[in-house]
């Protein structure tokens, strides 16, 4: 069995991924980021075209991603749309419009259909989306797929390939607040349920909402990537974080060929529920925070100079330093790492990306234990 | 349990599917038709573009579309791509890019998956394609999604709206072809199979071929939208026949707000291989191509005074005239039709669509039985 790196690899290898001669131009960002970007109308070479393009493209699958007994349909159709927009905020785009395939079992064609088409329907107008295409079978799983596009102005995209020695790391938010969300159900509130369910009662609601129904940074990513005061690009490099922290900042450590060093005490994480608290549950906010996946908060690089342009909190999104870019250091990449965690205690060791593989687990939880 | 129409109906009720404003002018064609057209950059109001996006998205999954023991994954992946590219060349547009979200068994993820990635290939590089994007995921059943796009010039674009009364309706290509492909692996070669199967022998890949890999009409398409002596769109309408002749063509019928008549006599069918031409198989040429789905020929209208300008054939397809547009019928609408069939004793009937909903069967197979 291949893991999904070399999946991945394989299918970058065999299919082809960039178009022949000089009219392939129009391609300006293939595989290998959060979204493929792509300048309409230059193969024409006489016209000045207006944008970029901006596609991203995510399956949502009943046992993987998600379980129907667990999460109401509501929230399945708010988070199917929600996270694959979460990929267009990444790149500092505006989201236009989505197309979905959408496979059914028949009994999920009534009740189940109208809920999720009711969270799916909240999240396009709060994020400002049509549906343009898509289509419907009928499955003996909950499938989908769900396509975004929505177009930046030229030069304003923000990539996983521009972080630079010295720029300073941010994060959006809090990190492992998903990720606890989802302990919660798979645990129950006191840590010991046997099977997931979401627990009943206000008062988890706030803990929950990050998993079930995830703000997106729409807004923080365009700030970022162009609709500031200065008109200018000021993140060297962003991506969501939607596999975790470790895996995240490596994709944006690999694509620009750095490393990174990041500090245990800046990281915002989580405060525990004292429910959670006890022994047995091994819940740890700090490991929740560097592997617990689908914050789809961003995680972006400023260089020094720009750092104080930022404000403390972008489009409700709380802004955090938590690292700074180095140069690519041979040590790491021998212990099969680009990031440097300094401890609590001031020690530093290497962090391996222990984010979410797809084809280590059958939930999304993290590829190692998160206690 | 509610029909596809009924979904499909239900999505288009509750999820926005019209931008606000006037801002909004960007989407030319959104939902309802083969596929998308946006305009990029119109919505900035200062920019030329020189081009309209077209943007198209089809599930393929494992038990509704293909059977991953009688299908070879070589063939699966070349269909997955084909398929979803038609729906371009129904538009007249150049396939550019495609996306693909892939979720695959951990024993799917080796030779298979080289099989597949190999008859993809295949298809990118017939259609001039690349892969700009996707996922993929571990998942008990094998299921993907492609998501293909490309740009027309402006105005160059073909839907199923714009036939009118007098326009001659054709035809590329043999009707019910795929059909029968498949109905010689569900029944086997002597029509006698108790369990689907590829028969071996070359005698068959000529009969298999449109169902295993059918042709796209990617180079008529584009003739049809404008790459003609003319420069112009020669057609007023044109869907790609995936669903079966007596569904495409009532799809263009309701879009155009327009009758038809077809002629039994005129359409382009298939001969029956003679072992199942015997007594006990009941297969019927003219039931093959008005019903059977997923021949991916163009089915397209022409205004008379441009039918002189069509060649017998385009791209390597034959061009057949089939019927006329009528008038809207409020006498086919009593018997939900919008087609009237001269069958070859001269009579005419009502035809209501009958091809394939994915609801209403687990395997591609028109509504009512073809035989």
Known sequence: MRSETEIIERIWQVLPTQPAGRAGDWLRLGVGDDAAVIRAGTSAGRHTTASDWVLSTDAYLEGVHFLPDVHSPDDIGYKALARATSDLAAMGTAPRFFLLTLALPSDRTEKWLNGFLKGMARAARKFGMVLVGGDTSRFRSITMTVTVGGWSPNHGVLTRGGAMPGDLIYVSGTLGAAQLGLEIILRGPDGKSKSPRTPAG??????????????????????????????????????????????????????????????????????????????????????????????????????????????????????????????????????????????????TTPLPPQGWDPFSTAMRTPKKSIT
């Open 202 to 347: 206000s008062q988890w609601g706030k803990l929950l909402q990050p998993h079930l129904r995830p703000n997106i940074q729409v807004e923080l990513g365009r700030w970022l990537a162009g609709q500031n005061p200065s008109k200018k690009p000021l993140a060297t490099a962003a991506i969501d974080t939607s596999d975790g922290l470790s895996t995240d900042l490596n994709h944006i450590c690999e694509a620009s060929g750095v490393s990174a060093r990041i500090w245990a005490t800046k990281i915002p994480r989580v405060q525990l529920p004292k429910a959670l608290q006890r022994r047995g549950t091994k819940l740890d906010p700090l490991n929740l925070a560097l592997h617990g996946g689908e914050d789809y908060q961003l995680l972006f690089t400023v260089p020094p100079k720009a750092a104080s342009k930022l404000p403390q909190s972008i489009g409700g999104a709380q802004i955090t330093q938590i690292g700074v870019i180095e140069p690519r250091s041979k040590a790491l990449r021998k212990v099969n790492s680009r990031i440097k965690l300094v401890g609590f205690n001031g020690t």
